[in-house]
Structures are given as C-alpha cells and as structure tokens.
C-alpha cells in the first residue's frame, strides 16, 4: 500500500483555496488566509509545491505594465488528488475517534 | 531629485555637523544651568568665552541638525510620491538563480509594488496623510518580507547546490 503524501497545513490551506477558488495571485492567498499565511514565506512554500507538483504557475504581464510581472497559482491534478485523499484520511481518522 | 550619492554625504553632513555639537548644547543646557547663570553674570574670561563659543555652535548645530531633518524629511515624502520602491531589492534579486527569482522574489516585490501604488491612490483621492503612512509601512513590510524570502530560501538554495555538486562528482 503506498503512503498519502505529506500534507503541511500550510500547503492544505493553499490547495484548499486553489481547489475552490481556482487560479489566484499569491497576495489573494495571503489576504483569503486571514493570518495563516505570511508575504514573506507564501511565495517559497509555493515554490516547494511547485516542485512536489502539487501547484503549477504562470507568468502575468500585461502590455503596458511597469515592474516585474505578476505570478498566477492554480492547483494540479496530482495536488487536487493528494488534496482529497488527505481529507478522506482525515476525515476516516476523525469517525475514528469518535 | 538628488542622486543616492548625494543623499548619503547630506545625511553624513548632518549627523556629523549638527548631532554632535546639538548633543552637546542639549547636555549644557540640561545639566549645567548654573554654570550659565554664572557665566552670563560674570566677566568674562577666557573659559567663559570658549563655552559660550561652544553654544553659539551647538546651537547653529542643533538648528541645521532641525534643517537637515525637515529635508529629509520632505524629500523622503517626495520620493515616495514619486519614485517606485524596490530598485534594491530588485538589483539584490540578481544574486540568486533564475528560477527562484522569477518564481518566488519578483512575486514578492510585485505584491509590495501593488499595494503601495494601491495606497498612494488612496492617498490622492482622500488627501488624507493617514494613506501616505500606509504607502510607507508597505515599502516597510515589502522589505521584511523579501528579507524572511531570502532567509527562508538560502538554505534551501544551498542545500540543493550542494547536492548538485555532489551528484557531479
């Protein structure tokens, strides 16, 4: 039988948000966090899920933007899958306990 | 606008200049208010006329240091209304690799460029100076948390350069 992936709670929240949200910039997963998540680190914890291939990105510029282009996240299906797997783990452990 | 260079020799102008003779007068005035009262009603001599020399200076001092504040002050504000922030940062950026600067630091300063453009629109629809603080404490915030990026992201950018290294050899 093969293990679930390890989630963090971080990465649960972020794939939660993309999950249901769809595509978003990482400021709009920073503000949806309400304090989960900080500016500082929601860009490397990103970059991590970017490389377990859980979240993948692409670059936004418009025309006639100035400054350095805005980056879009949105959930894979290997994250979406791992996603729900964890919840019917943690859901299957909770009726558990109960 | 004056040039970074020029902005640092003012700043180093006006500590030098006019910190240290104010520190000065500020601990005459604060601490030896009878020893003026005795200079001022006495004749004077030649220590008299050196202290008095010394507060004639700590207090042009004091007022350049207040001249060189305001400024500083006033410039900064210029600045802020018109120069984008986060030319350092960016230049800073260049000292990591591709893929980390595309995908986690220039997000990072975009969010703060954003959010400062976002307040100092505020700023000049309202006029209200409470906006124009804001706009400032995101260029604040903005460099914290490109700081927490490099911090959080170095150990992993050297571990993995490491590990190249390592499978190369």
Sequence with gaps: ?98 | MPSVGWRIAAFGGVIVSGLIPALYTTTLWAYFPYKFARLLSSYPDFLSVYRLGALCLGSAGLGGFCIGLAFLVINSQARSLNKPPGNLLAAASEFFSRRVRTEVLEPTLRDMLDEHIEALAEFHATGRNLYLWKARIVVARGYWSFGTVVIAQTPLSFAKWILKLWKAV
């Design chain 1, 1 to 98: 039988m093969q293990d679930i992936p390890r989630l963090s709670k971080k990465e649960r929240l972020i794939l939660d948000h993309l999950i249901h949200q769809g595509e978003a910039f990482g400021l709009e997963l920073v503000k949806a966090s309400s304090g989960e998540l900080k500016r500082g680190t929601v860009y490397v914890t990103l970059s991590r899920m970017a490389d377990k291939g859980y979240v993948e990105s692409r670059q936004v510029k418009e025309r006639d933007e100035n400054g350095p282009p805005k980056r879009a996240f949105r959930a894979t299906g290997h994250g979406a899958r791992v996603f729900h797997a964890w919840e019917m783990a943690q859901t299957a452990w909770v009726g558990g306990l109960a």
